[in-house]
Nanobody
Framework: QVQLVESGGGLVQPGGSLRLSCAAS????????MGWYRQAPGKQRELVAT???????NYADSVKGRFTISRDNTKNTVYLQMNSLKPEDTAVYYC?????????????WGQGTQVTVSS
């Protein structure tokens, strides 16, 4: 069984910073790509950033230059450093991983962590 456990969300003022973490655990053979998505109230879930096992990154235009995704392959952990936060960044942030176990390749999601940007 594979689990993704997120941490680091919270309330921050506009212009502030937060760092999210997501650790994958379980019977993992290989993690292909990890990433962060977010969903604001009344909106669809959207891509924030992804990073491959070779550290190739991809960002949504709305967060480029403000957010940085990184990964520690030894810990099966992905991070999202969020700077210059704006009220429109308020959402539930979900960790995602495409990974293989000994039996299959699947897509996994964390439980989500709330990020609120407000004065």
């Amino acid at each position: 069984q594979v689990q993704l456990v997120e941490s680091g969300g919270g309330l921050v003022q506009p212009g502030g910073s937060l760092r999210l973490s997501c650790a994958a655990s379980g019977s993992i053979f290989s993690i292909i790509v990890m990433g962060w998505y977010r969903q604001a109230p009344g909106k669809q879930r959207e891509l924030v950033a992804t990073i491959t096992s070779s550290s190739t990154t991809n960002y949504a235009d709305s967060v480029k230059g403000r957010f940085t995704i990184s990964r520690d392959n030894t810990k099966n952990t992905v991070y999202l450093q969020m700077n210059s936060l704006k009220p429109e960044d308020t959402a539930v942030y979900y960790c995602n991983a495409v990974l293989s176990t000994m039996r299959s390749l699947n897509n996994y999601w964390g439980q989500g962590t709330q990020v609120t940007v407000s004065s």
